[in-house]
Every structure is written in structure tokens, then in C-alpha cells.
């Protein structure tokens, strides 16, 4: 396997509704922003592609892949589809370090995007919903947002966690996207707030859930010797990672704890694990990619984090998977600040901010979840806080950490079924 | 002179509910000048997505035969004693073919949400309780639904619940659901 760097990247905005554009433009808008980013590189050097997008009953054709593609003008060259639920984006962002890791491609962009405003907020649901066994689970009630409730109600009981922490993931998401201008919602929230919206499923509310989106985003990878020609400040991909866990999660297992390198068996003697609380297939997918990017100390030697927050509940959840803190932590960890930006005010008493600053962008739950780009946005958000660029991709530079030189993306599907995490690093 | 607290009349949120209805259109007006189309607004248009699905459970039917006489089915692995709640007929573990066992009608609640929203399908059935279900001896959980408690503050974590069946089955998992036990 040879290195591989990310060169560029574009996203088109996130949006409720864009009934001015297909998807093919939307897909269009962040490529050309991408290209635009590396003048240098000419659309004939790009050796091939990969697409993703989750639904083949929001886009209502098939193969939309391929007329992506060829609005790019990248036809004849190789592509293909990727996809696998929320990680599908995750998924194509692999596939295209693989394309170039395996030396079949030296430039190769990958691009995802969703359209979901073409149906209404609950039959959106229900399309979802079809991610999970339609035999056993569909039909008794099949909606994401109970799934998740389930999971958390379960980490509640196990470890304490509580509704305001979840509630604190929101107020700090909402708030990071207020000066992210691609995201969706951009609000100051209270804790208050969050707990005062509509219920949706005991004991989540409106706003400790992603909403449905239209978008598109772009990632341009490349061999080492293409990504110094194209730039002078490429982002390594350093490690790679990709868990799987079972679609129904009442057949998930109740075993032992698989342990990172910064864990011992005797801090866990009484968890079952993963159950329903946790995600084996995250835990899974982070190791992997810390054994690859030879890290130990995940919080001590990753600079911050683009983690999958389709639910405040999961991005708790999530810290505890990729060790940033230990299983049962997440909730205490979130409270005493940890995950917070240091250099913006949220209203809360917060004793140590900003450790490893989580979702700097606003994650899934502000700038919005449009399957198939998500897991692409975050690396083109990640690629420009490495590269120091976010001011002026973002034309305010509030967002930009002072020390990014190594930031983590996870993408996320289904109950956790399907999970990639990958490590970006200053390459220059 | 303006009243101190004026009676406030509309919010932000007033608005007038969304359809999902509309007319007919069978022509639009196009500019003469072509330079004017991409400033044109976008033409959405609605159609119908509707398919009668054939759907077979497959090596899973003998759960909903179960279902529809009052039983409920999981399955076994003789070499690795592991008992499924919800069937399976490949031990995950050892890849062998498992067996069908009759499971305990008693279990215990291990987690639960009362979904107040749900999917287009499910919606009219809102609010409603959904729960994994732990069996003593069986080695996973069952997704199911919990009658009886009105509010998610009524349910805990551990209570004991018993299984019902419909009377009439509609071989569907729901042909099943759950009310709190003893």
C-alpha cells in the first residue's frame, strides 16, 4: 500500500429542500468547488471515481450513480456505487484511498449526495426505516428515532447517563454550526431548549435528532508524488478502519468489552457488552485505524473529531467506542466540557473545555444529514481545519482551531451496523 | 397610547398547515428570451410510488405459523447452547444450522421508548411503546411492543412482562405484544 492524501474538497449546501437543482448539479456544485480549490489539477488527471448515496427510494432512480458521473464528464473512466446506509459516505471516502492506496488509481475523487425533500418528513422515516429486518423489526413499529431511544434508554440505566448531557451535545453542536455557513441550523440553544421541544421518542426531542437534508459533497484524493504537484498543504490519510455489527440489534451480544490500547480488562468486570448501549462495530473501526495510524492515546494524540451525531444519544456513545474516554464516561465527559470548542461561549459552566473538541462543524445535527454526503462533508471539513483553511472556506475563521494537525471522521449506519472511522493528518 | 401587554395574535410558528394536494397544470409560459430560463423557478411535479409487494418470511415462516397459535418461536444451537429470541437459522458463532425451540410467554423488559412520531406506516398508531424483551435462558432480545402503561414514566427497566397474541393473526411480528406481568 503506498501513502494516499486528500488534495481537496467541496460541499454544496446543505438545504431542507433544493427543488432548483437535481442531484446531478448539486454533485456538480461541490466538485467544481473542489476543483477550483487545486487549479493545477485538470479533470483529465483524475483516473477515476466513486459515488455514494443511500436510497434508491428517495433518489427514484437507479443508477443515479453513474448520471453523477457523467454530468462530471468523467465517463469513460472506472466508478462505481457505494453504500451502506448513514456510513455510506464513510464507505466511498474508503473506497477512494483504496482506488489509490492499491496504486489502480493516482488521482480518484469520490462525491455523494441525497435528495430527500422529495417525500414528506414521515415518509422519509419509513424509507429509512426499511434499513432494518423487515421480517422482525419493520413492521412492529420500524423508526430510527425509537431505536435510538431504546439504545439510550439502556445506556442510561447501565452508566447514569442523563438528558441534559444529551441535551449538552445539541446546544454545543447547534452552536458550533452558527458560524459554519454550510450548515442547516445555525441557533444558540439553552439546555432548556432542548428539553422543552417536542418528544419524539422517549426520551429524545426534536432537537436531539439530525434532520433530513439535500446535498452533495466532494473529496479529491491522491498519490503522494500527484498530491506535492497539486499542493502544498495535502492531508494524509493515515489509517483506516471499517466495523460491522448485526442489523437487528436485539441479536447483538452481551461478552466481553474489546479493549483499546488505553483500557485493562478489570475496567470493565461487570459490563456486558456491546448489548444494545454501545457499538461494537465503532469500537471496532477505531482500533483499526489507531493501529494503522499508530496511535495509543487516542485524546492525547488526536487534535479533534468529526463524529457521526445523527442523535445526541450516539455522539455520547460514540466517544466511549473510540476511547476518547472509557464505556460508561461518555455522558460525564461531555458535562465537564471535554468535547466543547475553547474559543466560543455556549452559556454553560463548563469546567475543562475543549480537550478534543467534537464535531467543530456542528456535526449531522446542524449541518444536516443527507446520507450519502455526510461521511464526505466531514472529511472536506476535517481536510480544511488541517489545513489551517476554514476561514476562508467558511469566510469566518471562529471555527479554526489553533492546533489541528491530526482529526478523526467516523461515519456511522443503521443501529451500528456498519462503521468507518479514518485518521487525516498535516501531510506537509 | 399602545396597550402595556398587547394580546399577541400570531407567532412565528402560525402557519397554515402544509398539503401535499394541489392542481392540475397541463402548460407553463416560457420567456421569449431564452437568456431568462436559468433564472426560471424550478417545476416540481407529484406522481405515485406505490408497489404490491410479494414478501416471503422464507426459512423464518415457521415463527409467524407459531405466532398465529398462540407460541412464540426462537431457535437453538445444540453445539454452542445459544438460544435466539428472534430466529435465526445459522448459529452465528459455529455456522451451524440451528433449531426451532419454543420460547418462556414471560420475560423481562431490558430497554424501552414510547414513540410519540413514527413512520408514514406507523403514524396513526402514535403514541405507542416499543421494547427488547429478555427471556431467562434464551442468550438474546426481542423487539416488541408494550400495551398497558400510559406513560414512559410507567415503564422501568427489569419490570416483568407476559406475551399476548392476536386472536385473529395477521402474520406479522405484531401478531405478538407484550403487557406488564405479575
Not at chain 2, 148 to 174: C, H
Request: with cysteine; aromatic share 10%; charged share 20%.
Amino acid at each position: 500500500m503506498r501513502p494516499v492524501y486528500m488534495v481537496s474538497g467541496g460541499v454544496s449546501k446543505f438545504e431542507k429542500a433544493r427543488p432548483d437543482a437535481t442531484f446531478q448539479k448539486m454533485v456538480k456544485e461541490s466538485f467544481d468547488y473542489a476543483m477550483n480549490d487545486v487549479p493545477r489539477l485538470k479533470r483529465h488527471m483524475i483516473d477515476g471515481s466513486v459515488v455514494s448515496y443511500f436510497s434508491d427510494h428517495f433518489t427514484r432512480q437507479l443508477m443515479a450513480g453513474i448520471m453523477a458521473t457523467d454530468y462530471l464528464g468523467l465517463c469513460p473512466k472506472p466508478n462505481k456505487r457505494v453504500e451502506g446506509g448513514g456510513a455510506t459516505g464513510g464507505l466511498c471516502f474508503q473506497a477512494a484511498w483504496e482506488a489509490v492506496a492499491s496504486g489502480r488509481m493516482n488521482v480518484c475523487a469520490a462525491y455523494g449526495f441525497e435528495t430527500m425533500s422529495h417525500v414528506p418528513t414521515w415518509k422519509g422515516n419509513e424509507f429509512i426505516a426499511l434499513a432494518s429486518d423487515v421480517n422482525f423489526d419493520y413492521p412492529v413499529g420500524g423508526f430510527y428515532s425509537g431505536y435510538y431511544a431504546m439504545m439510550v434508554n439502556r445506556h442510561m440505566h447501565e452508566f447514569g447517563t442523563t438528558v441534559e448531557q444529551l441535551a449538552m451535545v445539541s446546544v454545543k453542536n447547534h452552536m458550533n454550526a452558527y458560524f459554519n455557513p454550510y450548515a442547516q441550523k445555525r441557533r444558540k440553544l439553552t439546555i432548556a431548549d432542548v428539553r422543552d421541544s417536542e418528544m419524539v421518542a422517549y426520551p429524545l426531542t426534536l432537537l436531539d435528532i439530525c434532520v433530513m437534508s439535500d446535498g452533495a459533497a466532494t473529496c479529491l484524493l491522491a498519490d503522494e508524488e500527484t498530491a506535492f504537484r497539486l499542493t502544498d498543504r495535502p492531508v494524509r490519510i493515515t489509517g483506516v478502519g471499517t466495523g460491522t455489527d448485526m442489523m437487528r440489534m436485539s441479536d447483538r451480544p452481551h461478552g466481553e468489552v474489546i479493549l483499546a490500547p488505553n483500557e485493562k480488562k478489570s475496567d470493565y468486570r461487570k459490563l456486558k457488552y456491546p448489548g444494545v448501549h454501545s457499538f461494537r462495530a465503532g469500537r471496532s473501526a477505531g482500533l483499526q485505524a489507531y493501529r494503522m495510524a499508530g496511535i495509543t492515546d487516542p485524546i492525547r494524540e488526536i487534535d479533534f473529531v468529526e463524529l457521526h451525531d445523527a442523535y445526541t444519544s450516539s455522539e455520547i456513545q460514540t466517544y466511549e467506542d473510540l476511547a476518547l474516554c472509557k464505556y460508561g464516561g461518555g455522558g460525564k465527559f461531555v458535562e465537564e466540557g471535554h468535547p466543547f470548542m475553547p474559543q466560543i461561549d455556549y452559556g454553560l459552566k463548563l469546567k475543562k473545555r475543549g480537550t478534543i473538541p467534537v464535531n467543530p462543524s456542528g456535526g449531522l445535527i446542524a449541518c444536516g444529514h443527507p446520507v450519502g454526503a455526510t461521511g464526505l462533508m466531514q472529511a472536506v471539513f476535517a481536510f480544511w481545519q488541517i489545513q489551517g483553511s476554514i476561514r476562508k472556506h467558511y469566510g469566518d475563521g471562529e471555527l479554526q482551531l489553533a492546533k489541528a494537525n491530526r482529526g478523526l471522521i467516523h461515519s456511522h449506519a443503521g443501529t451500528g451496523t456498519y462503521v468507518t472511522v479514518s485518521i487525516l493528518e498535516r501531510g506537509w | 397610547m399602545a396597550k402595556k401587554n398587547p394580546t399577541k395574535l400570531a407567532s412565528a410558528s402560525t402557519r397554515v398547515e402544509e398539503l401535499m394536494t394541489g392542481t392540475t397544470v397541463f402548460n407553463v409560459p416560457l420567456p421569449q428570451d431564452l437568456k431568462r430560463l436559468k433564472t426560471m423557478s424550478p417545476i416540481v411535479i407529484k406522481h405515485p410510488y406505490l408497489v404490491e409487494y410479494i414478501h416471503s418470511y422464507g426459512q423464518d415462516s415457521p415463527f409467524f405459523a407459531g405466532l398465529s397459535n398462540g407460541k412464540l418461536l426462537g431457535t437453538r444451537c445444540r453445539k454452542c447452547n445459544y438460544t435466539y429470541a428472534t430466529p435465526r437459522l445459522a448459529c452465528v458463532t459455529c455456522g451451524r444450522e440451528t433449531e426451532w425451540v419454543e420460547l418462556p410467554q414471560e420475560g423481562r423488559v431490558h430497554t424501552f421508548t414510547t414513540c410519540y412520531f413514527g413512520s408514514e406506516e406507523f403514524l396513526k398508531e402514535t403514541p405507542f411503546h416499543l421494547v427488547l424483551v429478555e427471556f431467562d435462558g434464551v442468550d438474546t432480545l426481542f423487539l416488541s411492543r408494550l400495551l398497558g402503561p400510559e406513560r414512559p414514566e410507567d415503564i422501568r427497566i427489569g419490570m416483568k412482562v407476559k406475551a399476548r397474541f392476536r386472536r385473529n393473526s395477521q402474520l406479522k411480528p405484531t401478531d405478538v405484544y407484550f403487557v406488564p406481568g405479575e
